[in-house]
């Protein structure tokens, strides 16, 4: 069989299983089947097998963590004290982080810049797209950063998984 072939299979079987388990099945466990797709993805983008499995992991999650310490520095400190614009401090300190992002790629285990953006937009969105529900503080899956985290490594497990898969499949 064809690698592409292999490869739509292996991916349609297995992202429609994700789906139904996220929106259907584990529903109330707040897994966020995008963030799984975005890490999904990456995984690919990384070069897949172990080396991509272990960059979009590590990454992804950097990504994350640093996206949350820039929310948790707006959320605690506002427009510091209202004395900017709306916006302003929140593209300072967005600035900031993703500056310190990329230069963590100098580091041989962070280089995969693209898996770090990914991991950092994943928690922003989150966090946007929650509103009044996200709590960055949280122990639980309204923490951006708990909920993308998990999601984000199921979706580089589910891409490894169906590399696995697809390449089997092929050899056939």
């Known amino acids: 069989m064809d690698l592409i072939v ?4 292996s991916i349609g079987v297995l992202g429609g299983i994700a789906t139904w388990v996220c929106l259907g099945l584990l529903a109330g466990a707040s897994l966020q089947i995008w ?12 070069g897949g097998g ?28 506002g ?9 302003v401090w929140a593209g300072i300190v967005v600035g900031v982080t993703v500056f ?8 041989p285990a962070l280089s995969a810049i693209p898996a770090m953006v990914y991991g950092y937009a994943a928690v922003a969105a989150f966090f946007l797209l929650s509103g ?6 949280a122990g639980n899956f309204t923490n951006p ?5 998990v999601s984000m490594v199921i979706g580089a497990v589910l891409g490894y ?6 390449l089997a499949m092929a050899k056939k």
Do not use: D, R
């Open 100 to 107: 310190i992002l990329v230069l963590l790629a100098k580091v």
């Open 161 to 166: 998984i169906s590399q696995k898969i697809a």
């Open 145 to 149: 950063l708990v909920a993308v985290i």
């Open 50 to 77: 172990e080396t991509g499995l272990k960059n979009t992991i590590i990454c992804n999650i950097v990504g994350a963590i640093i996206a949350w310490i820039a929310l948790v520095i707006v959320v605690n400190t």
């Open 35 to 46: 963030a799984i797709f975005i890490a999904w993805a990456c995984f690919y983008h990384c």
């Open 132 to 137: 009044a529900n996200a709590n960055v503080t």
């Open 79 to 87: 427009s510091i004290g209202g004395s900017m614009p709306a916006g």
């Open 6 to 9: 292999a490869l739509a299979i």
